[in-house]
């Protein structure tokens, strides 16, 4: 059965700081990932995802995330954190199968300080 | 302009109750889906409908109904609630049952006592 781990549970950082977050998936085949925020008390939003081809995918406010297929892994990254980052962060991943079916990991609450 | 919506956005309700969230998308989509987030933020995916066919029916007690009248909308009923299922519920959309991104509405939060 398919599965995400994340496993930063709770970071702690300071403005300015580098971020990366840690996803590992498995499944063999063809996959589709996704990262996903909450901020508090509102609904996930799509940072970014990958379907195929370039593996350094962009996404909104300065995130990216790179798909590396030896090792599973789908990390997040952002070069300097803003207070304003402060939320929790789902990876999740669509394996094989007809349906859009998403797996999601237990997520990453990053709270940036002032 | 809300893609999807909720309601309601909070539930409070007695043990042995039945109630229903409503969740609507104005996206133009084919596929919707409800998920549940546990106290522990743990998201999991419950149903999903494509064009109003059921095609995504986790391991789900049968207390849990979910109803799509239209393409539109996908509401969840359940019967006879428990503690264990308070929760906050996600309804989601996407374009198709293929592979694309969901959008998220902003979610119920139930809470049974």
């Known amino acids: 059965a398919q599965s995400v781990s994340q496993h930063n549970h709770h970071v702690i950082l300071s403005e300015a700081a580098s971020l990366e977050l840690g996803c590992n998936y498995s499944?063999?085949?063809?996959?589709?990932l996704f990262w996903y925020v909450q901020y508090p008390g509102q609904h996930l939003q799509l940072l970014l995802k990958?379907?195929?081809?370039?593996?350094l995918v962009k996404g909104i406010k300065g995130f990216e995330a790179e798909f590396i297929k030896s090792k599973f892994s789908f990390n997040l990254r952002k070069p300097s954190v803003q207070w304003s980052d402060t939320a929790e962060y789902f990876c999740?991943?669509?394996?094989?199968?007809?349906?859009?079916?998403?797996?999601f990991g237990t997520g990453t609450l990053l709270a940036v300080q002032p | 302009d809300t893609a999807v919506s909720q309601t309601p956005k909070y539930l409070v309700t007695q043990m042995g109750n039945d109630k229903s969230i409503k969740c609507e998308q104005n996206?133009?989509?084919?596929?919707m889906y409800w998920y549940k987030q546990d106290s522990k933020k743990f998201l999991k995916i419950m149903f999903s409908?494509?064009?109003?066919?059921?095609?995504i029916n986790e391991t789900v007690p049968n207390r849990f109904s979910p109803k799509s009248p239209d393409k539109a909308h996908l509401n969840l009923h359940i019967n006879s609630l428990e503690l264990g299922d308070s929760a906050v519920y996600f309804c989601?959309?996407?374009?198709?049952?293929?592979?694309?991104?969901?959008?998220f509405g902003p979610g119920t939060r139930l809470t049974v006592t």
């Open positions: 990958y379907f195929s081809g370039d593996p």
């Open positions: 996206l133009g989509h084919d596929t």
């Open positions: 989601a959309s996407s374009p198709s049952h293929r592979n694309y991104e969901q959008y």
């Open positions: 999740a991943v669509k394996g094989g199968g007809a349906t859009n079916k998403l797996i």
């Open positions: 499944y063999g085949g063809t996959v589709n």
């Open positions: 409908y494509n064009n109003k066919e059921l095609i």
